[in-house]
């Protein structure tokens, strides 16, 4: 248990909150383990919470498949590459554990918060974060030239939307954390660090 | 009827539209004589879509009342001066007609876009806009001294915690405008200028 | 008549001004039907105003021929991309409205003003504002390869010295109206936003 | 004499120019032993250098009296803060040269040019320089409060008039000087650096 | 093992090194369990190397006494706060570890790391923090008020060497690794990470 | 004699400090004319000295031959050029003094500080300056391809290392300076700025 508060706002308690949003967050605690702050600080808005909560599960829970190339771990590096540049502790630390059990890679996730241009990725990888910094830092500049290059690099006018659609939703999501002071759990820390899991 | 291109994206036609959606567009230009480009270019992704129009509709569409003390227009306010802070074109020319509009002030929008520090508004908008702009340009600095400012001027929490959400939506917002190359409807540009719109 | 103060520091009654100065003054207020703020303001100064006028009129009020190629209202687009990025509301608003006149185009202005890179210009417009933004930002990284470039896009050295002076000029401009916090006037802000103006 | 070339654009030669303002730029070399380059380098367009001149010699050549407290060295002081700011190799030399004449200080010019903060300088200058900074390099924040501390410390308001037009005139002029690439005489470098100069 | 190169530049191998060097590596690794890469990738010059280890033990291996009041722990704060500001990965990872270790916590790292501002530290590690920071970002701004500010806080004048010298030390240090593309060790990444650690 | 403080900090007087650094000191002294601020200032740290005074020498006293081929004039064109940029006052006119001596270029140290993209310099070393502004300033950004423009231009890999080693050292060093308030001597100033010197 943690006794510091995990926003600058009030909390709901959890057996205060509307059916729906109660049951999904008991569906990730029976999943996780742990209920993940966000979902509590949130809920103090529950018509916010819920619009959050969809937007967020239809950018990060797609599987490659058709014009869709990219992976639920490459989502993730794109959330942990701007949130750190956007010096968002709760995004930077819920995520990079996320990064780090997607990837299947207990490094990846520190490489990329502290400068994604010297982590272990792939020059794919690498033209993918590009953008989404791009996107995140200065998006007013993105022009016709940005398209054609990550096309020549195989991403899919679907893929390009979902980077681009990534870092716009944690810009926002950043700035939500922030300014509530969001704290992250403790758990994920340690999450996804040491090779056995389980 | 305006031939160039809304999105760099593939825009859906109206009719191909998922029913929920269709009919809430169809609900706004009976309204408003138009469709806004935002509701056609980010029909691309339905879900998406969704949760974008819920979010939106939550934060913007909240009258004075109880803990709350921020006005429609005021909401505007912040929506346009973020929005030229990221050079959001669209944003800034849909918003700022809307800013018009709700304030019944033809000079505003123009005034807050560019500088909002010499615009027509109060002390107490000022410190509104000026919370709104580091939420836009530097969350990460946001402090409790912040916050015990804009509470000495009149803010109750719930105020703190709109400004602060909407200001983060349209960092959203703007960067999905800015990389889709969302084209203002034309309308817009004139709309709310002449004193007796009607 | 606008109540608001126009500057920060006294304003001469027309009247009270020198011949040379009220006659300029009363030649525009008979074509434009009102006295632009900037006359007034900075009659505050005569020596200094003679200067400022007639370094203006050099530089905005000529038409292409010879190696000249640069339109007035190209002129103007200058003038509002690069007020735009110095955040000065009386460039935006006053050179706005002279924009939309000139270039017959009630938009172009508001997209110029916001992010010329989403504008209504031609590439060669685009070329000329990324230089005149190089000159109003950076300067001092203006090298003999951007010469060769604009060059390239069929701009003449005179031209090139058109482009780089009037962002020159108003960069100076742009400082001078912020810091006294001059005024648009408020007919400027709907000034060739209505097709048939007359 | 300089064999490197004094501007990216044609220099005229002191024979052709206009009677006025050949003898201006004797008048100068008379009193100075050279002629600065910038009298050539802006000559090639003969109204903008009338302009030009008179916008100088009405803020710089103004000694104190009355409501006005700046001596002329400070006035040079601003140039040199500022130009340094702007990484304006002609500016800063020659006027550094300048402010070493009026100030009979050999040291003065180099501190003011890389770190204002740190130079042997009156806290009164000192507030002066950070004023003329700010509008140098963000005069869109320029606000009553930094107003009403400028009178604080002693200086009127057409003081402050002068400030920020210094400040602003080399806004431009650093420009102008940067994009021809204009080029300070080798006599600059070491004029006003050695105590008995006469 | 690592396959991966630990630097841009040829590494030596520990028995090719000055006796001196390899015992100091030794005598690390005998404590530590591992060789940290920056032994091995700056002994390319071996002088070099000398003055860089002698530098940082007696920067960072200081006990508080006397007029020193800064623990290690605190020291290795300093170091992760600015390292992250300056996106250096070797010094974020390595440096971080030993901070988890001096100040026998498992988050503090990661909160520093990403936003110092939201960490889990007292008022007066935020103002050391905060002056950490100003020195590594913007020390030409460093003024007589920082240090009254800082004494009031309860710091010595020692003290203060040490963290400017620290943040200084660093900004060296950051660039080293930053431009040999230096490789944190992997054993770093969750050393400290785990509470009965032994 | 200088009756400024030379530190911020306590100086120690030439015969209080330890023999070596004693006689480091007088060394310099016979051989200069005056002792350098620098070396009394950082003596209230004797072993902090030390390493500086290594690390500068392993640096900034080699001479061409073998893999290395910058000069020790090039070499000082780096420090001024990042102390300028890092507004470093003692750097700047110390380093700019032994740059004019060691280039026999009386104007070079002036051009290099305020704007060394206009200086009277070799194509190869614009590269030089580029790369290391690069490392002062956004090390972070380093990459393969850097180092192969680099590398196209003539430069070794033992020539790369140095221009990145003297950035990051003065990186240090300038920081040291601006936060210790170093006053330069007054006798750095005319150094090397008359021809025959001697």
């Known amino acids: 248990m943690n006794a510091k508060p995990i926003s600058r706002f009030p909390v709901p308690e959890l057996k205060d909150l509307p059916a729906d949003i109660r049951e999904r967050i008991e569906a990730v605690q029976s999943k996780t383990g742990f209920v993940p702050n966000v979902f509590l600080a949130l809920a103090h808005r529950p018509a916010e919470w819920r619009a959050f909560v969809s937007y967020h599960d239809a950018l990060m829970d797609k599987d490659p498949g058709g014009a869709v190339t990219l992976s639920k771990a490459e989502r993730e590096m794109i959330v942990v590459a701007t949130s750190g540049a956007n010096q968002c502790q709760y995004c930077v630390v819920a995520h990079g554990a996320i990064l780090r059990l997607r990837a299947r890679n207990p490094l990846i996730a520190d490489q990329v918060a502290v400068n994604y241009r010297k ?27 940005d398209f054609e290059g990550l096309r020549a690099q ?21 700035r939500l954390a922030n300014v509530t002071s969001m704290r992250p759990n403790d758990e994920f820390y340690l999450l996804g660090r040491i090779a056995k899991q389980k």
Chains 1, 2, 3, 4, 5, 6 share one sequence.
């Open 119 to 145: 982590a272990d990725i792939t020059p794919r990888q690498r033209a993918m974060l590009d953008f989404a910094m791009q996107v995140a830092l200065e998006s007013h500049t993105v022009a016709d030239a």
């Open 154 to 174: 195989g991403f899919s006018d679907e893929d390009l939307w979902d980077i681009a659609a990534i870092a716009a939703f944690f810009a926002m999501s950043n």
